[in-house]
């Protein structure tokens, strides 16, 4: 089966697609529909995006303006958690299902730990309990955020979306994850495009005469993570998707891209994370 043909079996047996497209700063509404749409089009069946993107109409109407039914997709959006009351919380996840024109969510996470995490990932389970969600999982959590989660939640999270590249494969993340089931998706695959930087990265483009993008997304797709690079430029977002079944990169060359990590931690805290976007 192709890499962007398989998933990823979550707990509750829904399945993830492995390759997605991320909406992360997709914000111009002409530019921005249309690149959802087109890919969509290209056979993208995940959609990411979050409250917190401010893009929930652009997915939307890309959704209404493509060839592909609402239950064709698979759609993650992310709770910011800057608040503790129950009802404020849950009236915005309704919130972002009327945005959405949807009446579920494939899979909605909590977008940071900190600083009302906890509250937040109620309002998911009780989303979930009622049947608005097919699934609900957390993002940026920490190998020890992860434990005390475990300790007090009702229903286990079943995704971590998290920064993972060739500088910081995040394997304490991945190991715990993967003994506790929970399935990992990778932001900043692609390392904001300076994977192209990397000598090891290029000599591997080379090689399977692709772009050191499509290297770093297999790296992450072919140990079973999830990937949602993000391009408006249509060969771009072409070339990610489609590049990835061009090749298949062995042990021995994930093994050596393993050894090009340098970041142990989150890079990023959600202080400065709100900082670098200026929202």
């Known amino acids: 089966m192709k890499k962007v043909e398989q998933t ?9 697609p492995l390759v997605g497209f991320g909406t992360f700063r997709i ?17 993208y069946q995940l959609l990411d995006t979050a409250e917190h993107y401010h893009n929930h109409h652009l997915v939307a109407e890309a959704i209404k303006q493509s060839s592909k039914k609402r239950s064709d997709l698979f759609i993650t959006s992310k709770l910011w958690p800057n608040e503790e009351n129950p009802e404020n919380l849950r009236n915005r996840l309704y919130k972002m299902l009327a945005e959405l024109e949807t009446d579920y969510l ?8 900190l600083p009302y995490g906890l509250e937040a990932y109620q309002a998911l389970e009780d989303f979930y309990l009622e049947g608005h969600a097919k699934a609900i999982g957390v993002s940026n959590f920490n190998v020890e955020q992860l434990k005390n ?13 998290i920064e993972l ?7 304490d993340i991945v190991n715990f994850a993967k003994e506790n089931g929970i399935a990992i998706t990778s932001w900043q695959t692609m390392m904001d495009g300076k994977v192209g930087d990397l000598p090891y990265l290029q000599e591997l483009a080379t090689k399977y005469a692709v772009d050191p993008a499509a290297i770093a997304l ?11 690079p993000k391009a408006i430029n249509p060969k771009h977002l072409k070339d990610n998707f489609h590049h990835l079944d061009y090749f298949n990169l062995n042990d021995e060359e994930i093994n050596k891209i393993n050894l090009l990590t340098k970041i142990d931690g ?6 400065e994370f709100l900082a670098s976007e200026k929202l």
């Open 8 to 16: 990823i079996l979550l707990a509750n047996g829904v399945e993830l």
């Open 27 to 43: 914000l111009e509404p002409e530019i921005g529909t249309n690149a959802i749409k087109e890919a969509i089009e290209t056979g």
């Open 106 to 113: 494939d899979l909605i996470l909590v977008h940071w730990p």
């Open 149 to 161: 989660l475990l300790k007090v939640c009702r229903i286990k999270p079943m995704v971590n979306q």
């Open 165 to 171: 590249h060739p500088h910081a494969n995040r394997q």
């Open 218 to 228: 297999s790296w992450a797709v072919q140990q079973q993570i999830c990937v949602i």
């Open 266 to 271: 989150q890079k990023m805290n959600s202080e």
